[in-house]
Structures are given as C-alpha cells and as structure tokens.
RNA sequence: GGUCCCGUAGCUCAGCAGGAUAGAGCAGCGGUUUCCUAAACCGAAGGUCACAGGUUCGAAUCCUGUCGGGACCA
C-alpha cells in the first residue's frame, strides 16, 4: 500500500474531472504531477504540485487550479482537508483511518509491506564484484559487492526479476602471472629455497597452499615439464583455488552470485564467441580497419600510427573508436567484454547493472556504445561506480598486511568489526561519493554509530512487546489482536509523524530501486529509527505515551500495533541492506 | 591534453523526478535519568549550496563556461 501512488492517480481522476468538465484541456501532460510529503509536515500529510505541473499545459493560473483540484480532492472521503499554498502547491491532510490503514497493511504481511510491483517482472543482470582472481579481496572491491548485492536486494524487492553475476577474468595476462606465481609455490612445497618472490609474481602467502595442494597431487612431475605444458593446469587449480577464497570472503558478507561467468569460456575449444561478435558488428557496418588520431596533447613515447581493427564506439557517443585487436593479433579486453555483454543481451536480458570501481570510470562510455551495439539499441547498461574506501583506526589510516601482500583484506576487517557494521557503512554513502571506513567508530555501540542507532531501535520494538507480555501476565497480543486494534487512540503528533514515516517506506523502496540507490534505504531508516527514539523519549516526561500502559490493555495494544509494523520496515529495509535485526543488543 | 566523478554549516555528509523558510550527524553551547534500555532525547546557534552566465512561473538540483579536489586514458 502506497499512499502517495494511490493519490497520484486520485489526482489524476480530479484532473480527468476537470477536462471532462470543459475546465482545463483535455489530453495535456500530466506526467510531471507528483504526490510527496510536504517539506514541513505541519503543512499535512501529502503534497501535490499537480496545479504548477499542468498549468502551463492547461494555460491556467496555477493558485486557480489549485483551487479547483483542491475543492475536487475535499470530496474524497479519505481527505479531510486540502489547502493551496505558495506558488500553488496542494497540502493534503488525510483521515486518521488512511494512516492507520498503513500500520494494518504492514502488520498484516510484514515482509511483504514496501514491496513492489514496479520492476513487473522485467529481467535484470546485475553484475557486481568480479575481482580478478589472483588474490583475496580488499576493502574496495568490499564494497562494490556490498553495493551491488543490496541493489539486487531491492530491485528484487521493487518487483524486478534479478540475476546476480560475477564475471570471472579467468583468460589474461594476469592469472597467467597467477600461475607462475603458484608454480613458485608448488617448487617451494617441494622443498625447493625459493628466497624472495621476484618482482611482478604475487608475493601473497594465500598462494602457499595452492602450491602444496600441487605437490600433493603431481608429487615433482610438472617440475620438468616446460611452462607451456604445466601452466594451464597449474592456472587452473589456482583459478579454482582464488574463486574458493572469493566465495568465500564474499559469504562472510552473505553475499551469493547466481551466475559465475567465466571470461575464458567464450573462446573455449571450438568456440569463438569474441570472434562471432566481432563478424556480426563488422557485418552491421560497426567494425573497420583504420587510424585512431594520435592523442591530443603529449604523446606518449610507444605512440604509433598503425591500422587497427576499430568498433565505432563514436557511433554511440563515446570519445574515439576503440581497437579490438591487439598488434599481435589477440583479442583486446575490450573485445572480450563486447562479447561477454552480448551474451547477456541473448540471455535475455535488456536491463544490465554494472557494478564498477571507480577506476573503471574511463570504460563506461565505450562499454554502453558496445551495450548499444550488440543489442540494437534495445538494451540498456547502467554503470555505478563505487568511490575508493580509506580504511581507518580511529581517524589514523589503516596500515596495509603483510599476509595479503600490499592490501588490507576484506576479511580481515569483516573479522574484526562484523558483518552488519561492514555493510551498513557501506550504504550509508552513495556510492560515487568516497568512503572514510573507520574500524574504531563502527563498533560503538552509540548513537554516533547509524548501524547501531538502527539496530537499536529494532531491538527496542522488541524490547517493548517483551514488556507487554509482562504487564499483561504473558498475554502477549498476538497478530489478531494487533489487527484489530483501536487505532483512534493514536492521537499524539509523535505518533502521527511516526506512521507518515512508516507510509514513506514504499515510496521510497520505489524511488531508491528507481535510481538505483540503495543508501536511500539507509538514510531513510536512519530517520525512521530517530522519529522512533523521540516518541520514546516523549514517554519519559508524558507517561501516557509510553508503549506499555499497565492499566490500559486498549491504547497499549494500539500502540504496539504501531511499533508492530515499525519493526516491520526497520526488518525490511535492514533485511535489503543484508544488515540483521536484533531483537537484542548485546 | 582529454574523459568521468565531486565542490552544500567549523568537520563528515543527505537533499527524492526542478518546487514552499536548504536538512541530519559530529564538534562546540544550554538542558533532560527515582520513569518501557540515557546504548537515548530536547533546545539554541551555525549557510553567498565553489564562482559567473543561461533555461524556467520557480534552480543546490538542468545547460554552458571558469576555478578547485579526485579517478582514469593515450
């Protein structure tokens, strides 16, 4: 139930009235007519800019229209009043029962409440992570994965049919570097002295079991063998090893991909799907042979002027045309990334979320003209980059480890502060916006602390209906009796103000899965849990506000069907940020 | 040299699809505990939304340019 959509179409009956009416022009625009809170909830408890959306379409006053929406809407059972404002804004003050109708949805289906149907089933790819692996993953790729599980998470929730996916770079240059790097290792298990790891190997000790495991299993055979014939095996138990490690540190996050892609499979054996994508683009006119323009400025000293195979990333509004081809003739990443876009497109899917570091930043326009190419301009490829994240210890930064090589691990901090504080912190920024991670600060337990001022106030809802089954003898009100309520004695402004946040729950869900924003989830239990500590707090001075009135069963049954449905979204929404809701800290 | 991101209170940041008097938290100031968890709350104070133009009835928000910070590219 979403009351600002339920009156976004009310608004449009009234001006669907007022066109049949001969008023305002029938047909004109109304795409731009929103239902909000008001900036100030003194103002009541829905705005509507309907009359300043249309007016210009209608050639009306704005105060006018307003006037005449307004006198439209006061019919409505629903309203109790309705009152133009400044530039001819609409503030609507709604029946008691419309809100109180909010609490009952949210307690009749608790995880269902701010669902959506929005998404209407339309597939969508989010593709997140996909760390090289060669290694464990650090604190950065930490929250990209965080980032885009819970964006999976609410476009899930917001009605679309989600596939998350991890591209495996399983194919270039580096896990070859990996493979030497582990074959070391293996020489090293043999009881070989190995010394220091040479430059440009990964010097990390997560390698040392890999090279065990082989000596194990081959014993000294593969160290004989030349590298051509030893290396794709020894790169393969590696691969396999790292993406174990990867899974691994992912679900210390509880984070799990449905689809693991691996970019060597698409020139596997007898196929050539980079290839394949490269004739068809090629056949459409979008792949030729020429001369990129030196780069302007300073040129760089391997600059040479040489043919290339080129795709004509200018078509679709990129910068320049982008090779394809290497000067030895292989694949470029580039080309294997078109590739691997398109299978996506042929799975099925027209709506691709990539989640990327913000490193990436230069490859999104080039990969959205080949998103453009490869799908003839039907699919559509959402980037989001997700800033750097300075690790700290009470404001000093975060020294690098050893065991890793030259990075903190993920694991590391996920170990040492938990996985709610890790996930939480993480959305409780956008994610184009740098991240400062402080160890120290995430495990306060104090209000200077957004995850435990959330999870605080979950555990007081529970705390209170604890409370309750004290009072009243162990006869904790069940759901039956929460349902049916008397609502009417909710009469407190705290109260009030408190179900209007709760009626905000879907609207936002809508407009955070909309823009693809998970933090606004966060931020808006943020406020939620702070409405909520102020009503509390309103029962320490007023005690008939407080949630268990020992000598009046009615209003506390009320009132613990408002905390019902505040427990509700605070589950919900921590439940898509993948953050727990306790019942108790700790 | 070019591309992308950012610039909002002393600090860290929100600001929803262009709307009303630009909001939180921290720090600082002043209050609240015989009372459901003070692990919390309330109040006052704090702003040239980097700057200059433009579009609009209306711009922190959209467009152009300049300056500053960051990431990246050849």
Same mark, same amino acid.
């Given at each position: 139930?979403?009351?600002f ?8 009956e009234?001006?669907?009235?007022l ?9 004109i ?6 239902v909000?809170p ?11 800019n309907?009359?300043?959306?249309v ?7 704005p ?28 503030? /609507? ?6 809100l109180?109708d ?5 307690l ?7 669902r959506?149907?929005?998404g ?6 989010v593709?997140?992570?996909s ?9 950065g ?23 998350r996916?991890?591209y ?6 580096q ?7 582990a ?12 010394g220091?790891?040479?430059?440009g190997?990964?010097?990390?000790d997560?390698?040392v ?8 299993q081959?014993g ?8 051509a014939e030893?290396?794709?095996?020894v ?17 210390s ?5 449905a689809?693991f892609?691996?970019?060597r ?8 799907k980079?290839?394949?994508t490269i ?10 042979e ?12 391997d600059w ?5 195979t ?8 990129d ?11 292989s ?7 078109i590739a691997?876009h =398109? ?9 691709? /979320?990539d ?10 326009k ?5 998103v ?16 750097l994240?300075?690790?700290?210890r ?11 090589g030259?990075?903190v691990?993920?694991?590391?901090v ?6 709610d ?6 959305l ?10 402080d160890?120290?600060?995430?495990l306060e ?11 605080y ?11 309750a ?6 006869r904790?009100?069940g759901s ?6 008397d609502?009417s ?8 103000e408190l179900?209007? =946040? ?13 823009a693809?924003?998970?933090? =606004? ?16 707090n309103?029962?320490?001075d ?8 020992h000598?009046?069963e009615?209003s506390t049954v009320a009132r613990?069907a408002?905390?019902g ?5 605070l589950?919900s929404?921590?439940?898509t ?10």
């Amino acid at each position: 139930m979403n009351i600002f959509g339920l009156f976004e179409r009310r608004v449009g009956e009234a001006l669907d009235r007022l066109a049949a009416a001969g008023r305002i022009p029938a047909g004109i625009d109304t795409s731009k007519v929103l239902v909000e809170p008001p900036r100030d909830s003194t103002h009541g408890d829905l705005a509507t800019n309907a009359a300043m959306a249309v007016a210009k379409a209608a050639k009306a006053n704005p105060r006018q229209l307003a006037d005449l929406i307004a006198e439209d809407l006061r019919t409505d059972p629903r309203v109790v009043g309705a009152s133009v404002a400044g530039p001819g804004f609409i503030n /609507i003050r709604l029946a008691p029962h419309v809100l109180h109708d909010v609490v009952r949805a949210a307690l009749a289906d608790p995880a269902g409440y701010g669902r959506s149907g929005q998404g209407a089933g339309q597939a969508v790819n989010v593709e997140y992570v996909s760390a090289n692996p060669t290694g464990p993953m650090h604190v950065g790729h930490g929250r990209g994965a965080v980032f885009g599980d819970a964006l999976a998470n609410l476009l899930a929730f917001a009605g679309y049919d989600v596939t998350r996916e991890y591209y495996v770079n399983d194919a270039g240059a580096q896990v070859d570097v990996l493979a030497r790097s582990a074959f070391l290792r293996y020489r090293e298990a043999l009881g070989e002295a190995v010394g220091s790891i040479p430059e440009g190997l990964y010097p990390g000790d997560y390698l040392v079991p890999v090279g065990q495991a082989l000596a194990a299993q081959h014993g000294p055979a593969l160290r004989d063998m030349p590298e051509a014939e030893w290396l794709p095996l020894v790169r393969s138990v590696a691969i396999d090893a790292m993406m174990a490690m990867i899974r691994d540190d992912l679900a210390s996050l509880d984070i799990r991909h449905a689809v693991f892609f691996s970019e060597r499979s698409l020139t596997k054996g007898e196929a050539d799907k980079i290839g394949e994508t490269i004739a068809e683009l090629r056949a459409r006119g979008l792949v030729y042979e020429g001369r990129l323009p030196p780069p302007k400025g300073q040129l760089p000293e391997d600059w040479e002027d040489r043919e290339q195979t080129l795709f004509r990333a200018t078509e679709f509004g990129d910068d320049v045309d982008r090779p394809l081809l290497k000067s030895d003739g292989s694949y470029t990443y580039f080309a294997a990334d078109i590739a691997y876009h =398109r299978s996506k497109f042929e799975r099925g899917f027209t709506s691709m /979320i990539d989640v990327w570091g913000a490193d990436h930043g230069g490859y999104v326009k080039r990969m959205q003209a080949a998103v453009n190419a490869v799908s003839g301009g039907t699919a559509k490829l959402d980037v989001k980059l997700c800033q750097l994240v300075k690790l700290l210890r009470g404001g000093e930064p975060v020294k690098m480890s050893k065991r890793a090589g030259d990075f903190v691990t993920l694991r590391e901090v996920v170990d040492e502060v938990g996985r709610d504080p890790v996930r939480f912190m993480m959305l409780y920024r956008k994610n184009d916006a740098p991240l400062d991670f402080d160890l120290a600060k995430v495990l306060e337990q104090s209000k200077d602390n957004p995850v435990f001022y959330v999870q605080y106030a979950h555990a007081r809802c529970a705390s209170v209906f604890r409370q309750a089954g004290e009072a009243f003898a162990g006869r904790v009100p069940g759901s039956d009796a929460l349902a049916a309520a008397d609502l009417s004695v909710l009469t407190d402004e705290a109260e009030i103000e408190l179900e209007r =946040r709760i009626a905000q729950y879907p609207r936002v869900v809508e407009a955070a899965a909309l823009a693809h924003e998970p933090h =606004r989830i966060a931020f808006y239990l943020y406020e939620l849990s702070s409405v909520f500590h102020g009503l509390w707090n309103k029962g320490k001075d007023l005690p008939q506000l407080r949630f268990v009135k020992h000598d009046d069963e009615r209003s506390t049954v009320a009132r613990l069907a408002l905390l019902g449905a505040l427990k509700a979204v605070l589950a919900s929404g921590l439940g898509t940020l993948g953050v727990s809701a306790p019942d108790e800290m700790r």
